[in-house]
């Protein structure tokens, strides 16, 4: 059993002539035992389902005696995140552990009455309204991407993984630290996460055997060098804003006016640090994995592409499209929706039960894990009409039932910065398609894996080929 969890799960993909079912792992006829189960999710959290899990459906088991229930059906997915918040509104001791060395109380793995004081902060420099003039940020970045593909010799293949996360981590840089600033941190705030993320593990088997907080992630001299590292920088940036030297209207700049302005707000230095690094954190991987696998599905679907090359050429003439065309870009929005929906950049959320309850008439435990699985429900049959095929136009337009679709988590701990998220990819998908005709190295086998976040594994070899 354990020779066979060494290999990764066999991959399906399959296409006609004019559909593609993209890839994914194939699904288990026959439920996996503990063991098998833990060793399968340490390696990939998609790739331990059974059948039946793909399509709506509750239930629970027990891992070591930690009971963890499955809540994925649109009815369980309401009432954990959203009815019942306030008893499922803790991230799982797993996801808390892994990230507080790099994000101390920040908003994203924090939860009580430090989450209530700063989400509102935190939404309110990421919302939406904000979003165009971010906007600005994000054209000149993508722009100066198509001038370094542009010089590219003709044909040259590369990782469309790391320059989509090269592409999204210096846009939210500028956003977070400023454009100069930004531009400076990128680099070596995105290379301190890399390998953060490289050493952690993403299974903390010290709470299934019994302690309810998890236990501490061990902090080897290499792991504590990439925190000291991510500290360095960001620490610089925060104190530049401190002493004045900031760049206005970047989001740091805005929350240190916001502590100016309410002193009893309570950001301090160290709060700053750990909300600039949430947002850095939470708006680069996420955007960066869906571009990533736009670029797999469209590659594969030339009718698709098509569809998008028409739109451009309606809305935007010859012209590069911009942060306002945005909202006319339906074919480029229905894609990444569609992309969303297919390869939900983070395919788990996984919360922590404060007390005791009754979910669809299971008895829940005080500390249990709970789990919302978007990669399931976005492909659950009865849920979706072809769930395993990429039809865009499915999101044209019709909106999906309440609680099927869940790319941003939903309820009150919905992502923050969705608008920003969505406007970018739309935005970079839009300017890059209309430049390059962006293709799969062949004979490229996809294997879609998800540790935290979901991407291909050993990233994604492209062509891009300029249009004009
Ligand atoms: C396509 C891009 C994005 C996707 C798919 C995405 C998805 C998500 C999801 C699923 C969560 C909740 C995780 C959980 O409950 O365990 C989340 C939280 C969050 N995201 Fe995003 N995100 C994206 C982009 C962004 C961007 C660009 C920003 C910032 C500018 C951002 C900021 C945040 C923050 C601060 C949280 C924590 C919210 C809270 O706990 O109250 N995200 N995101």
Same mark, same amino acid.
């Given at each position: 059993?354990?020779?066979?969890?060494?290999?990764?799960?066999?991959?399906?993909?399959?296409?006609?002539?004019?559909?593609?079912?993209?890839?994914?792992?194939?699904?288990?006829?026959k439920?996996?035992?503990?063991?098998?189960?833990?060793?399968?999710?340490?390696?990939?959290?998609?790739?331990?389902?059974?059948?039946?899990?793909?399509?709506?459906?509750?239930?629970?088991?027990?891992?070591?005696?930690?009971?963890?229930?499955?809540?994925?059906?649109?009815?369980?997915?309401?009432?954990?995140?959203?009815?019942?918040?306030?008893?499922y509104?803790?991230?799982?001791?797993?996801m808390?552990?892994?990230?507080?060395? +790099?994000? =101390?109380? @920040?908003?994203?793995? #924090?939860?009580?009455?430090?989450?209530?004081? &700063?989400?509102?902060?935190?939404s %309110?420099?990421?919302?939406?309204?904000r979003?165009?003039?971010?906007?600005?940020?994000?054209?000149?970045?993508?722009?100066?991407?198509?001038?370094?593909?542009?010089?590219?010799?003709?044909?040259?293949?590369?990782?469309?993984?790391?320059?989509?996360?090269?592409?999204?981590?210096?846009i939210?840089?500028?956003?977070?630290?400023?454009?100069?600033?930004?531009?400076?941190?990128?680099?070596?705030?995105?290379?301190?996460?890399?390998?953060?993320q490289?050493?952690?593990?993403?299974?903390?088997?010290?709470?299934?055997?019994?302690?309810?907080?998890g236990?501490?992630?061990?902090?080897?001299?290499?792991?504590?060098?990439?925190?000291?590292?991510?500290?360095?920088?960001?620490?610089?940036?925060?104190?530049?804003? +401190?002493? =004045?030297? @900031?760049?206005?209207? #970047?989001?740091?700049?805005?929350?240190?006016? &916001?502590?100016?302005?309410?002193? %009893?707000l309570?950001?301090?230095?160290?709060?700053?640090?750990?909300?600039?690094?949430?947002?850095?954190?939470?708006?680069?991987?996420?955007?960066?994995?869906?571009?990533?696998?736009?670029?797999?599905?469209?590659?594969?679907?030339p009718?698709?592409?098509?569809?998008?090359?028409?739109?451009?050429?309606?809305?935007?003439?010859?012209?590069?499209?911009?942060?306002?065309?945005?909202?006319?870009?339906?074919?480029?929005?229905?894609?990444?929706?569609?992309?969303?929906?297919?390869?939900?950049?983070?395919?788990?959320?996984?919360?922590?039960?404060?007390?005791?309850?009754?979910?669809?008439?299971?008895?829940?435990?005080?500390?249990?894990?709970?789990?919302?699985?978007?990669?399931?429900?976005?492909?659950?049959?009865?849920?979706?009409?072809?769930?395993?095929?990429?039809?865009?136009?499915?999101?044209?337009?019709?909106?999906?039932?309440?609680?099927?679709?869940?790319?941003?988590?939903?309820?009150?701990?919905?992502?923050?910065?969705?608008?920003?998220g969505?406007?970018?990819?739309?935005?970079?998908?839009?300017?890059?398609?209309?430049?390059?005709?962006?293709?799969?190295?062949?004979?490229?086998?996809?294997?879609?894996?998800?540790?935290?976040?979901?991407?291909?594994?050993?990233?994604?070899?492209?062509?891009?080929?300029?249009?004009?």
């Open positions: 059993m354990l020779q066979l969890l060494q290999k990764p799960a066999p991959i399906l993909e399959e296409r006609g002539p004019d559909w593609f079912a993209p890839a994914r792992p194939r699904p288990h006829d439920r996996l035992p503990p063991l098998d189960l833990i060793l399968a999710a340490k390696r990939n959290l998609i790739s331990l389902w059974h059948v039946n899990d793909y399509r709506p459906t509750h239930g629970d088991m027990r891992l070591f005696g930690r009971q963890v229930f499955l809540a994925n059906s649109p009815e369980t997915v309401k009432y954990v995140m959203a009815t019942r918040h306030d008893n509104e803790r991230k799982s001791p797993q808390r552990r892994a990230l507080e060395n +790099l994000l =101390g109380d @920040g908003l994203f793995i #924090s939860d009580g009455e430090t989450w209530r004081r &700063r989400r509102p902060l935190v %309110d420099i990421v919302h939406k309204n979003v165009p003039a971010f906007g600005l940020t994000m054209e000149a970045v993508t722009l100066s991407f198509v001038e370094r593909w542009r010089a590219r010799p003709a044909g040259e293949p590369f990782n469309a993984l790391t320059e989509m996360a090269e592409l999204t981590a210096e939210i840089s500028r956003a977070v630290f400023g454009n100069e600033l930004g531009a400076r941190a990128a680099h070596d705030v995105v290379d301190a996460f890399t390998r953060y490289g050493l952690i593990d993403n299974f903390n088997i010290g709470y299934f055997l019994g302690a309810n907080e236990l501490p992630v061990f902090r080897g001299p290499r792991l504590r060098r990439s925190v000291a590292q991510l500290d360095r920088v960001i620490d610089k940036v925060v104190t530049d804003h +401190l002493e =004045g030297r @900031g760049e206005h209207d #970047s989001m740091l700049d805005l929350l240190v006016k &916001r502590q100016q302005k309410s002193p %009893d309570g950001l301090d230095v160290s709060a700053l640090r750990n909300e600039a690094a949430t947002i850095f954190m939470a708006g680069h991987e996420t955007t960066a994995g869906v571009l990533t696998w736009a670029w797999y599905l469209i590659s594969n679907a009718w698709v592409e098509e569809a998008v090359l028409a739109e451009l050429d309606r809305v935007c003439g010859s012209r590069t499209p911009t942060v306002d065309d945005v909202a006319q870009l339906d074919w480029c929005r229905s894609v990444i929706e569609e992309t969303l929906r297919l390869y939900p950049p983070v395919p788990i959320l996984a919360r922590q039960a404060k007390d005791a309850d009754t979910i669809a008439g299971i008895d829940i435990d005080p500390a249990a894990l709970v789990v919302v699985v978007p990669w399931l429900l976005h492909r659950s049959e009865g849920l979706w009409d072809q769930p395993e095929r990429f039809r865009p136009e499915r999101f044209l337009t019709d909106r999906p039932t309440p609680y099927t679709y869940i790319p941003f988590a939903i309820g009150p701990r919905i992502c923050a910065g969705l608008a920003f969505l406007t970018e990819a739309i935005l970079c998908f839009a300017i890059l398609i209309q430049q390059f005709r962006i293709r799969v190295l062949p004979g490229t086998k996809v294997e879609p894996v998800s540790r935290l976040t979901l991407r291909p594994a050993g990233g994604l070899p492209v062509t891009a080929e300029r249009r004009v």
